[in-house]
C-alpha cells in the first residue's frame, strides 16, 4: 500500500466531501455524534470506527475498495481483507 503523509491523510476524503456539497457538520449528523468526536477524528486524536468509515462510505457513494484512500491511517488491516 503506497504511503501517504499525514498532511494528506483526509486529502481524497475532503475532496470527495467537497465535490459532494458535504461538510462535517453533515457528518456530525449522518454519524449521530458530536462535533468535538468529529473535530478529534479529523485532527487525528481519535481514530474512525469501522463502522462510521463504512456509513461515511456509503453516504458519499465512495466504493469500499477506496477505504484505504479516504482513511489511510484508520486501517490497519491488509486492503485485501477489508471487502470479504
Known amino acids: 500500500m503506497k504511503s501517504i503523509s499525514r498532511k494528506q491523510t483526509f486529502r481524497y476524503l475532503g ?10 457538520t453533515d457528518l456530525r449528523k449522518l454519524l449521530n455524534v458530536s462535533e468535538s468526536t468529529i473535530t ?16 461515511i462510505l456509503d453516504y458519499l457513494n465512495i466504493p469500499k475498495t477506496d ?15 477489508l471487502y470479504r
Open 40 to 55: 478529534n477524528r479529523f485532527s487525528r486524536h481519535k481514530d474512525w470506527t469501522r463502522q462510521e468509515m463504512h456509513k
Open 15 to 24: 475532496s470527495v466531501m467537497k465535490f459532494c456539497d458535504c461538510n462535517q
Open 67 to 81: 477505504m484505504s484512500l479516504a482513511f489511510p491511517e484508520d486501517i490497519h488491516e491488509e486492503p485485501e481483507r
